[in-house]
């Protein structure tokens, strides 16, 4: 279990399938985007256990997506995700390879995105790439990676770092676009 905004239990998948974001991490990132969040439209990326997502929605996001490769993690942030979310807040959870379901987002875009993947997996390139060639970082809205401390990965010239921090063994970096408003 993970508490989130407002003292809330979440369930956390068991043993180390997911590897979820600190508490420390959760509330840097969400002190930075607490004004940007009542109405936002909102994109997890390796959504884990949805902790990310449940904390957007209990802090008023309208539209919250996730993308998770692991069947059993999907169930459990449907979960968490009806638990919280109140009408006219709307969610969806969808299961499958974040590049290609990034792909059939094509047309939507979103004021927040956050990307959590696993560290080693490799894809960071392929899914910066994919939310820069499908458009869908709002133009006024912010990306945050999550990543170790020094770990290279190279970004599309749409995107510019806006804010970096590291907490521990965890960095964020935040991304704007480039593109004109």
């Not at 069947?71 to 299961?95: D, H, K, M």
Request: hydrophobic share 35%; glycine share 8%.
């Amino acid at each position: 279990m993970v508490r989130i905004y407002g003292n809330r239990q979440i369930k956390t998948l068991p043993g180390l399938q997911t590897r979820p974001t600190t508490a420390r991490v959760r509330e840097a990132l969400f002190n930075r985007w607490h004004h940007h969040l009542q109405g936002c439209h909102w994109l997890d990326l390796c959504a884990g256990s949805g902790s990310m997502g449940a904390e957007a929605l209990c802090r008023e996001a309208a539209v919250v997506y996730g993308i998770e490769q692991a069947g059993e993690a999907c169930r459990i942030i449907r979960q968490n995700w009806q638990s919280i979310a109140n009408p006219p807040q709307t969610f969806q959870v969808l299961r499958g390879d974040v590049v290609k379901r990034l792909a059939k987002l094509q047309g939507q875009s979103f004021d927040r995105i956050y990307f959590d993947p696993p560290y080693d997996g490799g894809l960071y390139e392929a899914v910066l790439d994919a939310i820069a060639t499908y458009n869908l970082l709002q133009a006024t809205g912010e990306l945050a990676v999550e990543h170790r401390p020094k770990q290279p990965f190279s970004i599309p010239t749409t995107f510019q770092i806006c804010h970096a921090r590291v907490y521990g063994n965890t960095a964020l970096t935040f991304f704007q676009s480039t593109q004109p408003t």
